[in-house]
């Protein structure tokens, strides 16, 4: 062959196009200020800055949403029905009309090119009546439908073109930016076109041997691609490249953090369990599943290690992750030590207390730490927690606040851990060790199961353990939508079940701005359905501003059957338990989020009989409640299976809404999709897993730039854990 490849120094490939001298790398440009570049005026300054935009780094990691492709470019002539391609035309004349229903609205425009005139066609954008002129250049995507006798047009995008240079951003694969209204994806052009000198010289944090070994572009290669391809194929590569770096980063992140939390000092080894464990689960009122049974000797292998444990244990709502958090904690305590209990809101951690004392008899002292607590109360908890006359500590946020001081503590469980950001959930563990004390081992529990590849990146400094199905006798809970109209049917079914003896929950709309305003309209609703629906029947209310010792009458009536019908905020969403409870009306289901009405659903259905729940949509709501919402409602119907739900959640919302990444303290992904990129979650868990084996504390000269990389993609959040 005669054209033989001309490797570039960084593994790039010279091709047919003229390429300018290798640069060497340079970070410099990237902190210039996009003001500096010809042709920036202070206004377009400031609309870029307003934009996020404030330096040729910020620029060029403003990444293209998608590409428009004009490679397709046909003449009005050439168009066929059903096609879609790009035409350039212009305006002739604009009428804007009025469908049948007065709510659609029709604007047509004349258009024209040298080779025919179409119809083409906008709905409901009146307002290009007063942009579109006659005698502009239009850049239009769509395709042609057949209506009445004639064809039009119908316009998915369109794209004036006007002055110099419009050839530039018209011909080609041209990409397309993020929401930019006030700054048009011509000016980010230009800007990135003036850039390229500083992009050409970007630094690439992948070492030069692993680029090689799987095949990737240089950064400086991908950015420039990734702006200005000259192909699909090309843009694909690009993405392709900086996704996989980005994901790197995380996974090296989570991996090094996992290192750091585990070899900062040794844990203490419990040995296997002793006689007090053995008698806790001989004396349990039922049998261990065998996801249970698993779970217990994954965990106890853990235990016997001197590394800490850090696990987390998923586990759908409902599936018993409480027996096995008590038994790990008696671990601890068998063998002399402590342990700690955290939950996120009081109502659990008092749930818990009373789980424990009642499963774990008066042999074990426990304690309860929330804010609740007086002064003193507070003080006399803390001096039992100091003096090791307290074995297991049971509370909130309580306990990773002030001056709570363990003498000895081995095990830490975190309860809906999900709950908790990253730091806070590892808090326990850090102040333990903060004098040089041992690091206890922790158990982390979620009901909120999510898919592999995402507990990879969430997930990712743990080891995961899954207790799957329900303890034996449960039946799945039948869900139904109610619309509007059968409102009554739905209240008439509930009856049915109460004049068995049965009992029901009503969950009242989220309001998410409130906690107050969500409980006074819990209470008026109570008082609506005790005179009208539900007259002939016990009804209370149950909310988040009721104090402590209320809650727990209401909540103690209900279980003693004392209570029909008890409504309720979503403060019911986690830690109840009544068997009796065989059914559920959601109020304004379409509110809340798939994981949620799982955790909702899952309070019914816990005894052996049929359960069911209503899912009622808001009053005059099921309208305009949008499609996102109808998907949700009916996924709930159609499983019970809590990780084909988190999934589909996944699917309809979005990771960033599901988990709340920002609060999570994971770095932000500008271009990665963890839905959408799940194999390369796998591949960059697989690298980042070489890389560390190789180099475990990433301090090789040939990995300072990876290291400063994945340093300055956490932040200053985690600097702490990178640093040990
Ligand atoms: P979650 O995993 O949602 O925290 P819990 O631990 O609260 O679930 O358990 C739910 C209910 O199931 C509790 O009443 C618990 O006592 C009961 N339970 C747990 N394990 C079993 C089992 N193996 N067999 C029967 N019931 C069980
Ligand atoms: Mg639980």
């Given at each position: 062959m ?11 490939r ?6 300018p ?10 902190s ?7 042709g920036?005026r ?6 870029l800055a307003?934009?996020?935009?404030a ?5 060029l990691?403003?990444y ?5 492709d004009?490679t ?5 002539a050439?168009?066929?029905v059903?096609e ?8 002739e004349r604009v009428?804007?009309?009025?469908g ?6 029709i604007l047509?425009a004349?258009?024209?090119d040298?080779?025919g005139?179409?119809?083409g066609?906008w709905?409901?954008?009146p ?7 006659q005698g502009m250049?239009?850049?239009l ?9 004639g064809?039009s047009?119908?316009?998915k995008?369109h ?6 240079g ?7 694969i ?14 980010l ?6 850039s390229?000198?500083?992009?050409r010289?970007v630094?690439?944090?992948l ?10 572009p240089t950064r ?6 990734i702006?200005?391809?000259r192909?699909h194929?090309?843009?694909a590569?690009?993405?392709?490249r900086?996704?996989l770096?980005?994901?790197l ?16 000092a040794?844990a203490?080894?419990?040995g ?9 689960v001989?004396g349990l009122p039922?049998?261990?599943t ?10 106890d292998a853990d235990?016997?290690?001197d590394?800490p444990?850090?696990r987390l244990?998923?586990g759908?709502?409902g599936s018993g992750k ?5 038994h790990t904690?008696?671990r601890a305590?068998e063998k002399?030590?402590?342990?700690a ?5 009081e109502?659990?951690?008092?749930q818990h207390?009373?789980?424990?004392t009642?499963?774990l008899?008066?042999?074990v002292?426990?304690e309860?730490?929330t ?14 927690i100091?003096s ?9 946020h309580?306990?990773?606040?002030g ?21 806070q ?7 333990a ?7 206890p081992?922790?158990l982390?529990m ?9 507990a990879l990146?969430f997930y990712g400094?743990l080891d ?7 303890p034996?006798g ?8 109610v ?7 739905g209240?008439?079914?509930?009856r049915?079940?109460?004049d ?7 969950v009242?709309?989220l309001i ?8 006074a ?14 007259s002939?029947?016990?009804?209370d209310?149950l ?5 402590a010792?209320?809650r727990d009458?209401?909540?103690a009536?209900f279980?003693a059957?004392?209570i ?6 979503s403060?019911?969403?986690v830690?109840?338990d009544?068997a009796n ?13 798939l ?12 005894g052996?009989e049929k359960?069911f729940c209503?899912?009622f949509?808001?009053?005059g709501?099921?309208?305009?409640a949008?499609e ?6 009916q ?8 990780f084909?739900l988190?999934?589909?959640d996944?699917?309809i919302r979005?990771?960033g809404?599901?988990?709340?990444a ?5 770095p ?9 990129d ?6 960059a868990?697989?690298l980042a ?7 475990p504390g990433?301090?090789?000269?040939a ?7 994945v340093r300055?993609?956490f932040?200053?959040e985690?600097?702490?854990l990178?640093k040990?």
């Amino acid at each position: 062959m005669s054209g033989r490849p001309l490797l570039r120094f960084a593994g790039g490939r010279y091709d047919e196009r003229p390429q300018p001298p290798f640069l060497a790398p340079d970070a410099s440009g990237l902190s210039r200020p996009l003001a500096d570049l010809p042709g920036v005026r202070p206004a377009l300054a400031r609309r870029l800055a307003g934009f996020g935009l404030a330096t040729v780094g910020d620029l060029l990691e403003h990444y293209p949403r998608r590409y428009e492709d004009f490679t397709d470019r046909k003449a009005i002539a050439a168009l066929k029905v059903g096609e879609e391609a790009t035409v350039r035309a212009t305006v002739e004349r604009v009428t804007l009309e009025h469908g049948h229903r007065r709510r659609v609205t029709i604007l047509k425009a004349v258009l024209r090119d040298q080779s025919g005139v179409m119809i083409g066609v906008w709905f409901n954008q009146p307002w290009l009546a007063k942009v579109l002129e006659q005698g502009m250049v239009l850049s239009l995507r769509g395709s042609v439908r057949r209506s009445g006798g004639g064809a039009s047009f119908t316009v998915k995008a369109h794209e004036i073109l006007a002055g110099e240079g419009e050839t530039v951003h018209t011909e080609g694969i041209v990409p397309v930016y993020p929401a930019s209204e006030s700054i048009s994806a011509r000016v980010l052009r230009d800007l990135v076109h003036e850039s390229r000198r500083v992009a050409r010289s970007v630094p690439d944090p992948l070492p030069g041997t692993l680029r090689a070994a799987e095949r990737l572009p240089t950064r400086a290669d991908a950015v420039l691609a990734i702006h200005a391809p000259r192909s699909h194929a090309e843009a694909a590569a690009a993405r392709e490249r900086l996704v996989l770096e980005e994901l790197l980063l995380m996974q090296l992140g989570l991996l090094l953090h996992k290192r750091a939390a585990q070899q900062a000092a040794s844990a203490v080894s419990l040995g296997r369990p002793g006689a007090t464990a053995a008698r806790f689960v001989a004396g349990l009122p039922f049998t261990l599943t065998d996801h249970q049974v698993r779970a217990l000797a994954e965990i106890d292998a853990d235990l016997e290690r001197d590394t800490p444990m850090r696990r987390l244990l998923q586990g759908d709502v409902g599936s018993g992750k409480t027996v096995v958090a008590l038994h790990t904690l008696l671990r601890a305590v068998e063998k002399g030590h402590q342990g700690a209990f955290m939950a996120p809101t009081e109502t659990l951690a008092e749930q818990h207390l009373e789980t424990m004392t009642a499963l774990l008899g008066p042999l074990v002292a426990c304690e309860l730490l929330t804010s609740r607590l007086t002064a003193a109360e507070r003080r006399a908890a803390l001096g039992r927690i100091a003096s090791g006359e307290a074995h297991i500590v049971v509370g909130t946020h309580a306990l990773i606040q002030g001056d709570v001081a363990f003498r000895d503590l081995a095990v830490v469980v975190v309860d809906e851990q999900h709950r908790f950001g990253v730091v806070q959930r590892d808090e326990m563990a850090r102040r333990a060790t903060a004098d040089g004390g041992r690091p206890p081992h922790t158990l982390f529990m979620t009901a909120t199961p999510i898919p592999r590849t995402l507990a990879l990146t969430f997930y990712g400094d743990l080891d995961v353990t899954v207790i799957a199905g329900a303890p034996a006798g449960r039946t799945p809970v039948a869900t139904r939508l109610v619309s509007e109209g059968r409102r009554a049917a739905g209240y008439a079914f509930v009856r049915k079940q109460l004049d068995r003896g049965r009992q029901a929950y009503v969950v009242c709309p989220l309001i998410e701005e409130s906690e107050a305003l969500q409980s006074a309209a819990a209470v008026a609703e109570a008082e609506r359905l005790a005179a009208s629906e539900f007259s002939a029947y016990r009804v209370d209310v149950l909310h988040g501003q009721m104090k402590a010792v209320e809650r727990d009458a209401a909540m103690a009536a209900f279980k003693a059957g004392e209570i029909d019908v008890l409504v309720a905020t979503s403060v019911i969403e986690v830690g109840i338990d009544v068997a009796n409870a065989t059914v559920m009306v959601i109020e304004g289901a379409e509110r809340f989020g798939l994981a949620q009405l799982h955790q909702l659903r899952g309070r019914v259905g816990r005894g052996t009989e049929k359960s069911f729940c209503l899912l009622f949509t808001s009053r005059g709501e099921e309208r305009n409640a949008g499609e996102r919402s109808s998907a949700r409602l009916q996924a709930l119907r159609s499983t019970s299976d809590g990780f084909v739900l988190a999934d589909r959640d996944l699917e309809i919302r979005g990771e960033g809404q599901l988990f709340g990444a920002r609060q999570s303290g994971l770095p932000d992904l500008k271009l990665a999709k963890l839905t959408r990129d799940r194999e390369a979650v796998v591949r960059a868990r697989r690298l980042a897993k070489e890389i560390l084996a190789a180099d475990p504390g990433l301090e090789s000269p040939a990995h300072v730039p990876l290291a400063d990389a994945v340093r300055s993609a956490f932040g200053d959040e985690l600097a702490w854990l990178l640093k040990a």
